[in-house]
Nanobody, 124 residues
Framework: VQLVESGGGLVQAGGSLRLSCTAS????????IGWFRQAPGKEREGVSC????????WYADSVKGRFTISSDNAKNTVYLQMNSLKPEDTAVYYC??????????????????WGQGTQVTVSS
């Protein structure tokens, strides 16, 4: 089981990035997915999550209206579209997965599998 994030980079404030999380060894059909981020000196925090069906989606207040989680099951990939980026969005972003058929969680300890992270840096 492996999760690989990509799509991070350096962007100016107000810009956009799309992060990808591709799974191998399992399919997202039966897994809840979470996106988390960790800034230097801070704890890892939940950004967004989606249930396996996509019927339940959650966003942190700090990103609501700017970030969108989506998936392409044919590619076994989950995306995090990030618009109107702010310097405070700078962090390492991680995707996480848990085999669960209903709901998702903003609690990082709930997830079983993690990617290696991708750096997002937003300059002012």
């Amino acid at each position: 089981v492996q999760l690989v994030e990509s799509g991070g980079g350096l962007v100016q404030a107000g810009g956009s990035l799309r992060l990808s999380c591709t799974a191998s060894g399992f399919t997202f059909d039966d897994y809840a997915i979470g996106w988390f981020r960790q800034a230097p000196g801070k704890e890892r925090e939940g950004v967004s999550c989606a249930s396996s069906s996509g019927g339940n989606i959650w966003y942190a207040d700090s990103v609501k209206g700017r970030f969108t989680i989506s998936s392409d099951n044919a590619k076994n990939t989950v995306y995090l579209q990030m618009n109107s980026l702010k310097p405070e969005d700078t962090a390492v972003y991680y995707c996480a997965a848990k085999g669960f058929l209903s709901g998702c969680s903003s609690w990082r300890m709930w997830y079983d599998y993690w990617g290696q992270g991708t750096q997002v840096t937003v300059s002012s």
